[in-house]
């Protein structure tokens, strides 16, 4: 019971301090009480017994204040004292407290928003059941220019069939399905998917169930899975909606399960998958079937339990080497499986850049530690009589320390506090401008484990905080600063040493201004860049033909001719076209292999990315016509056919003579083999689609008429506002057939924009970094040329006495300061030099030696280094030469 | 060395103390008085290591203090030994046995 004891005691030193004290007293009276008489019982006097019992009894002040030092009260009030103390000191300097709390909440903040990130990403596991047994696998295509590329479907057999160490292995690939009941069809980018896929993943439904066997039975109707966001707005969250029957793709189709709100498909970016998949169906058991030309599939495995992840891999690596030795056709010659950790590879992309924004946090944090101690030792130097006379009166030096960690203390409580809320205010804003490739980080939350990280980081800075000071303290000896008028005994040593922090903050500032300037210059080339195309002024929307009563070429070319006469005819329209793929779009690529006519070794085919288009496509979107012509209406399905190639296409097979005429083998039907032959009647400047800063692979385009692809993507080129068009748009394609989905309208720029934003989001981050870095290096700045400042105080006195002007005694001060800043530029600026060339591949047309860059970035800081200094310069300038002399 | 005979000393008052409780309870003068008794006059304790003592003790719980009467009448703050004492006064006394023959140990060695 000895906790209840204390407990009690605890509670009576605490809440009853007075009744402790008097209950003491009233003791040790009665002792003496008690002992005087005992001492008159053996015969002394009144008097003698008396002062024979005090001796006894001692010093009763003395006995109090060892009994009260027992007490926690004691040591609550002395830690209340210390508080009171600390706040008072940091009242007493509002501004540098005001610094220091910002600074650090600042730092905590940032720090503490971009762990989140990591925490969110990369450190909790996938939402899925025993997630680090999933493996993605690819297929390394290099030979033919994509070492990520999809599966087939017989290869997926050949995996199921060979593999013994997983328990499955589903394959996905992204679609898009219609739904065409109800008065307002729609398009859902969809995921076709084996039926043991969601058991794969380990994913379950919210409510019914995710597919099982017999769902692709050919008796049974087709069953969808829809995700949370479409039953809520679409069906107002009706639990009926599972097991009823709607219609998808013009068929009635059952539907078995809503997913949780949660789930979220979360495989590598460049699977071409999308996170928000709106609706899974089921692949039909044929595409398993499909020709082995045709990868398109996006296999997932589930390791069986205890198997590790080498061992898979090799398994894996097996069965593919297999696979290239038994059908070595073009580009599969030397193909290779490999299967990676799906969080691993997930996450792959993200996690340098991740990484790197994590250290320059820590780092910019480290500064700004760094700074912030700088300011406690220049304020603890300036307090340096103050604590000696404490000292000399008897103040032990672990008294003093306490103070100064709780004045650490405070000021990283509140700071800590102020960084969670900078913190949170980040996170909004990081996700606000996040590009679309980043869309995961929307899911960050400032959990449990960001609030200890926040926490701990707090703390240590605080303790921190609380040494730096010390580090003075140690040094103070009474009589030196006493005797020696209170100035400071920090040597020479500890200025230099401040000087080269000072140096080191302004280098690493000039070096964040001067990449981020290199990095806003190539965005602005971005910007200008000609892709191949002008998307100024032009208007997209997508249209399914899925579920339309039209069947078969001859109807469905007869209707897109219509449609685009009519959308032609809307006012303030100067063109119009369609394509399969809009360029910087994420729906599924289509690779076409192709092969110059007269060859016949299938290994020697080529890859490029085919696009089928309507005429008008290329004239709306003005890309430019090289050589030969553009497709027109006479290009018909049943017409000789025909395709026009890009300028590297055309440079690869024909580099020394014209492309016009010559014969091409490819697959515009989508079989994935070069079997039809096709002539070139056009050559277009290649178009970039992929990358903004790249071209990247050849183009082949089909006349649509020839190669029916369904959704296609219209293009109106308008003279007037975009919105207004898209009005008559719908209007004309209602009055066409009103049950046709029309979805994502917007501007063909706004494609452009997001292929940019990652860009622009690195530029708009390397400036917050640099502009953070800075305002840490001003402050840096400010505090070492106000600590020298104040430490030559009586060395101005004399000068004044000796006949100096103020402006002389300022410009002491300046010139120190921007000795420091200019030393720090120069060195900033080959670092530059050297870091611009690291990020080379970020810079887009510009040199990394682009000298504005390097002029601007200078004197940025020389600027806000001088500024920095000023205050501590014209306080000199006011310092008067008799008080200063006299504080000697 | 000055500091750790004192604080073999604070060691020993408070283990004379609990034992001292262990045969009752007492007030402060009555505790001193015990252990004078007993020791034959060796261990003098004078109030002003006591009543320090005894607070201590009662802060980490040892032993009890309530206002009640001595025997002769007086009002005075009574101590009894705790649970957690007669705990304590078993490790102490385990550890004085040890310390004591350690020492004769030493002492006897030619």
């Known amino acids: 019971m000895r906790i209840l004891a204390r407990a009690r005691a605890l509670y009576r030193s605490v809440m009853r301090r007075k009744q402790v004290e008097r209950d003491l007293e009233d003791e040790l009276g009665s002792a003496l009480q008690e002992l005087t008489e005992r001492y008159e019982s053996r015969g002394l006097s009144p008097d003698a017994a008396r002062r024979a ?163 692709d039975g050919p008796e049974t109707p087709p069953a969808i899975l829809l995700s949370h966001a479409v039953w809520k707005r679409r069906y107002n969250s009706d639990p009926r909606l599972v097991g009823a029957r709607i219609r998808v793709n013009g068929r009635p189709t059952t539907v078995v399960g809503i997913m949780p709100e949660s789930f979220a498909l979360l495989l590598p970016q460049d699977a071409a998958i999308p996170d928000d998949q709106q609706a899974w169906v089921l692949l039909g058991r044929d595409a398993l079937t499909w020709p082995r030309q045709q990868q398109f599939l996006r296999v997932v495995g589930r390791m069986k339990p205890g198997v590790e992840l080498a061992d898979a891999q090799r398994e ?152 730096a000071p010390l580090t003075q303290l140690v040094r103070t000896t009474v009589l030196s600063v006493l005797r020696g008028g209170g100035r400071g005994t920090a040597g020479p040593a500890g200025s230099r040493v401040r000087s080269g922090l000072v140096v080191f903050q302004v280098a690493i500032s000039s070096v964040l201004l001067i990449t981020s300037g290199l990095l806003a ?33 001859a109807p469905i070319a007869a209707f897109s001719t219509e449609l685009r006469h009519r959308l032609a005819a809307i006012p303030g329209v100067t063109a119009v076209g369609a394509t399969s793929h809009l360029p910087f779009d994420t729906v599924p690529n289509w690779g076409s292999p192709y092969l110059a006519a007269h060859e016949s070794d299938e290994t020697r085919a080529g890859l490029a990315d085919a696009r089928s288009i309507t005429p008008g496509y290329f004239e709306t979107v003005a890309a430019e016509l090289m050589e030969g012509r553009w497709f027109t209406d006479a290009d018909a399905y049943n017409s000789l056919p025909v395709t026009i190639v890009d300028t590297m296409l055309a440079s690869r097979l024909w580099p020394t003579e014209s492309a016009i005429g010559k014969q091409v083998k490819a697959g515009p039907a989508t079989t994935g083999r070069p079997d039809v032959t096709l002539t070139v009647v056009g050559v277009v400047r290649h178009i970039r689609h992929r990358e903004v800063t790249r071209d990247v692979r050849e183009q082949i385009y089909f006349p649509a008429q020839q190669s029916l692809r369904n959704p296609m993507a219209y293009v109106i080129r308008t003279t007037t506002d975009g919105a207004d068009v898209m009005v008559s748009v719908r209007s004309v394609i209602a009055k066409l057939d009103p049950t046709l989905p029309i979805y994502d309208a917007r501007p063909l720029e706004s494609y452009a924009a997001h292929a940019r934003a990652t860009r622009g989001f690195t530029m708009v981050l390397a400036l917050a970094f640099a502009a953070s870095a800075l305002i840490l290096a001003t402050i840096g700045i400010y505090g070492v040329t106000a600590y020298n400042a104040a430490q030559r105080r009586s060395e101005f006195g004399v000068r004044y006495a000796l006949g100096a002007q103020p402006r002389q005694v300022a410009g002491l001060v300046l010139r120190n300061a921007v000795l420091l800043a200019a030393v720090g530029v120069a060195i900033g600026s080959f670092a530059a030099s050297v870091a611009a060339q690291l990020i080379r591949v970020q810079l887009y047309h510009v040199g990394p030696s682009y000298l504005p860059a390097y002029a601007i970035g200078a004197a940025t800081v020389l600027v806000a280094a001088v500024l920095a200094a000023w205050i501590p310069a014209r306080r000199a300038a006011r310092i008067s030469p008799i008080e200063s002399l006299r504080a000697n | 060395m000055a500091f750790r005979s004192t604080e073999l000393l604070k060691g020993t008052v408070d283990l004379l103390i609990l034992r001292t409780l262990e045969l009752g309870p007492r007030h402060g003068v009555a505790i001193a008085d015990r252990i004078a008794q007993i020791t034959r006059n060796t261990f003098v304790i004078k109030p002003g290591s006591l009543f320090p003592a005894l607070h201590r003790l009662e802060a980490d719980g040892f032993i009890l203090g309530e206002w009640g009467e001595t025997p002769e009448g007086r009002r005075a703050r009574v101590y009894t030994l705790s649970a957690a004492g007669k705990k304590q006064l078993g490790i102490e006394k385990r550890n004085w046995e040890r310390i004591s023959v350690a020492m004769g140990q030493v002492l006897e060695a030619e």
């Open chain 1, 53 to 215: 019992a005090q001796s006894d009894v001692g010093h009763i002040d003395l006995i109090k204040e060892e009994v009260r030092s027992y007490g926690l009260a004691h040591t609550f009030d002395t830690l209340w004292q210390d508080i009171r103390q600390a706040f008072r000191g940091l009242v007493r300097t509002p501004a540098v407290g005001a610094v220091i709390v910002l600074i650090f909440a600042g730092g905590v903040g940032s720090a503490t928003a971009i762990f989140s990130l990591v925490n969110s990403l990369l450190l909790e596991p996938l939402p899925y059941r025993s997630a680090d047994r999933l493996v993605f696998v690819w297929q390394d295509l290099t030979a033919a220019g994509y070492p990520r590329a999809p599966l087939a479907g017989p290869e997926l057999e050949d995996l199921r069939q060979h593999g013994t160490l997983f328990s499955g292995l589903a394959g996905i690939w992204a679609n898009t399905v219609a739904l065409t009941d109800g008065p307002e069809p729609e398009l859902l980018r969809s995921g076709l998917v084996t039926q043991d896929f969601f058991e794969v993943l380990g994913a379950e439904a919210m409510l019914g169930r995710t597919f099982r066997a017999g769902d």
């Open chain 1, 316 to 467: 894996v690596a097996a069965i593919g080497e297999q696979v290239g030795r038994e059908y070595s056709d073009y580009g599969k010659d030397g193909a290779k499986f490999y299967a990676v950790g799906l969080q691993a590879d997930a996450t792959r992309e993200i996690r340098p850049a991740l990484l790197g924004l994590f250290a320059a946090v820590c780092l910019l944090l480290l500064i700004a530690c760094v700074n912030v101690a700088g300011l406690l030792i220049t304020r603890a130097s300036s307090r340096h009589h103050d604590t000696a006379v404490r000292i000399a009166v008897g103040a032990s030096r672990l008294r003093l320390f306490r103070q100064c960690l709780a004045e650490g203390l405070i000021l990283s409580a509140i700071g800590g506090c102020l960084g969670l809320l900078v913190a949170r205010a980040m996170l909004a804003a990081l996700v606000s401008v996040r590009p679309p490739a980043l869309a995961r980080i929307d899911g960050t939350v400032l959990d449990m484990r960001v609030f200890s990280f926040a926490a701990v980081l707090a703390i240590a800075w605080g303790v921190m905080f609380a040494l």
């Open chain 1, 521 to 553: 210059k190539g965005f602005y080339e971005l910007q200008r860049t000609k892709y191949g195309f002008d998307p100024e002024h032009v208007v997209t929307f997508k249209l399914s033909l899925a579920g339309s009563r039209l069947r078969g070429a």
